[in-house]
């Protein structure tokens, strides 16, 4: 059986802790193991300064230019093998094949981005960030902000849900400030990353020391981080607000992004009448976010805002839709949703179902389980019926607004169909990801995308024209920024040059205009 393994400090490195077996959450079947404790005490310092020196060196010698060319290769490179990672996915993910396409080509097509972004930037090695501005009554005095890269190494910790994406999306930005990454995998879904890490490895596109690749736990890694390195977070708040609050990250002002839970809304307009474009728009992407990776989606609509008159329909259409998917082996090509990743998170998924159902009633789904999932022998399998529940009052019902149900589980809220309302409502889930709203009238959305942007990272207007033209609210893009405010973990990634602001220091420097013209004239480095 496959072992995953760490790479860190330049070679494969196994501890001798106790392993852990890594299943197929459709059949239960094992498909690889974690490496136990696969680097010994003790070398974690060992670990990070090779990472440091090593790769920082080697990366910080480049220019944007020549650091977006290896992004760019990271790209092509997880693009020639996307069907092998998109088997693993489907064996260890439980994911269909949209879902592992949806997950692996989001993985290239971040890296394609930020390649592009870096040779846009061209041959120099700091960015110049605004115009020179006088600070005196003297014109000869001036200052300059740039920005270099930190001197450190980023720790990014990830989520299972999207291995191949999450792991990605933060290495191109980080790799392209020219910060050397250790990256770590959540276990359960590790094989996907760490095929993508032998990959790397085999390939040799990056320096050594520039990626490094952590299975299983990290010890005592944060331990040895300083004020020059960073430490990126995506998983649940509560594993966020630990790792946050660890002392040596406090002491040593470790810089932290943290991508957390969101309670995702998606708000129909009263306008949109239910043969309109607008209408269908909105109904496809409620399903698709149910369904897709089978809910487990940092992004997924978990909130659906229906004016009251309108939730008769909206019920009846959603419900005929979720009847006729499939549930069962995602491999099989007439399987729509696959199971979810773990025993773990069957458990979690259906006691949230339980805890949502004591203010809401199911619409469909019940409590979650299924009688039989297709292609699958009876009894196995993690897997979840997908739920749709409605609120009981609106007004009073608080757990809609408070837990996070990391599955393909979405509740409907009746509001009046004013802006103001929905935007009250939305508001309480605390701060999201990104929420959506579908009207055709301008007016309305104006209301909301001004009522809910001080509340979301990103905002989504789905109109009837923009049918067939645009990827629904679940999708990141690099060109976006990605990330919320509050409940959503308070960070900030991606959104093209916006996300290499936190791998790199900012620094204003004030002093004589003709050499800091001369310094820092970003035409001069061309
Ligand atoms: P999790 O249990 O918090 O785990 C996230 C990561 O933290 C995993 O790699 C895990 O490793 C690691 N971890 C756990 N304890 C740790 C510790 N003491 N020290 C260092 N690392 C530790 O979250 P999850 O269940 O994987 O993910 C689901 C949650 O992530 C959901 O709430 C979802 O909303 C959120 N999410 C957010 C985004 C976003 O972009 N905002 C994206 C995806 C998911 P192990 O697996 O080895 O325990």
Redesign the pocket.
């Known amino acids: 059986m496959k072992t995953v393994r760490s790479y860190v400090a330049g070679a494969w490195a196994e501890g001798g802790g106790k392993a852990q077996t890594l299943v197929n959450p459709a059949t239960e079947e094992p498909v690889a193991e974690v490496a136990g404790g696969s680097i010994d005490s003790g070398d974690w310092g060992r670990v990070v300064t090779h990472a440091r020196t090593r790769g920082g060196e080697a990366l910080r010698a480049l220019t944007f230019a020549e650091r977006g060319q290896l992004v760019k290769a990271l790209s092509k490179l997880v693009h020639a093998n996307r069907d092998e990672l998109i088997a693993l996915a489907i064996a260890n993910g439980g994911n269909t094949r949209g879902d592992a396409k949806f997950d692996i080509d989001g993985a290239s097509g971040t890296l394609a981005a930020y390649g592009e972004v870096g040779i846009a930037l061209g041959k120099t090695k700091f960015l110049v960030d605004g115009d020179a501005a006088q600070l005196t009554r003297s014109v000869r005095f001036v200052g300059q902000h740039i920005a270099v890269p930190r001197q450190g190494v980023a720790v990014h910790?990830?989520?299972?849900?999207?291995p191949a994406w999450?792991m990605m999306e933060k290495a191109a930005v980080a790799l392209l400030a020219g910060v050397p990454v250790i990256t770590?995998?959540?276990?359960?879904t590790a094989l996907v990353a760490h095929r993508m890490m032998e990959l790397v490895v085999e390939a040799k596109i990056l320096p050594e020391g520039a990626l490094s690749f952590v299975a299983?736990?990290?010890g005592d890694l944060l331990a040895h981080l300083g004020g020059q390195d960073v430490l990126a977070?995506?998983?649940?708040?509560?594993?966020a607000q630990?790792?946050r609050g660890q002392k040596d990250v406090v002491a040593q002002s470790v810089r932290v992004n943290v991508?957390?839970?969101?309670l995702n809304a998606a708000v129909l307009g009263r306008d949109l009448a239910r043969d309109s474009e607008g209408y269908s728009l909105f109904v496809a992407d409620v399903l698709r976010d149910m369904t897709q990776k089978a809910g487990q989606k940092?992004t997924a609509i978990r909130r659906v805002l229906v004016p009251a008159e309108m939730v008769d329909a909206v019920k009846e259409d959603l419900t005929e839709r979720l009847g006729a998917m499939k549930v069962g082996d995602p491999s099989r090509e007439d399987v729509g949703m696959g199971p979810v990743a773990t025993k773990k998170q069957q458990e979690d998924v259906r006691a949230g179902i339980a805890r949502l159902r004591e203010e809401a009633d199911s619409v469909f789904g019940g409590d979650g389980s299924v009688a039989e999932a297709v292609g699958v022998p009876k009894g196995k399998g993690f897997f979840v019926s997908p739920v749709l529940l409605q609120v009981r009052d609106a007004k009073t019902a608080t757990r809609v607004h408070a837990h996070?149900v990391?599955g393909p589980v979405s509740t409907l809220i009746p509001y009046s169909g004013e802006a103001k309302d929905a935007v009250a409502i939305v508001a309480r889930g605390g701060g999201g990801?990104v929420s959506s709203v579908y009207s055709d009238d301008r007016a309305f959305l104006g209301d909301m995308a001004f009522g809910l942007a001080p509340h979301h990272g990103r905002l989504f207007l789905g109109s009837s024209k923009l049918a067939g033209h645009a990827v629904g609210p679940g999708t990141v893009l690099p060109q976006l920024v990605?990330g919320g405010p509050g409940r959503?973990?308070g960070g900030e990634e991606l959104g093209s040059l916006r996300g290499l602001a936190f791998y790199l220091q900012r620094t204003a420097i004030a002093g004589d205009k003709p050499i800091l013209e001369a310094l820092f004239n970003p035409k001069s480095e061309d």
């Open positions: 910790i990830n989520a299972f849900n999207f999450g770590k995998p959540a276990t359960s299983g736990s990290v977070f995506t998983g649940s708040s509560d594993t630990m790792l991508e957390a839970d969101s940092c996070e990391f990801l990605h959503a973990g």
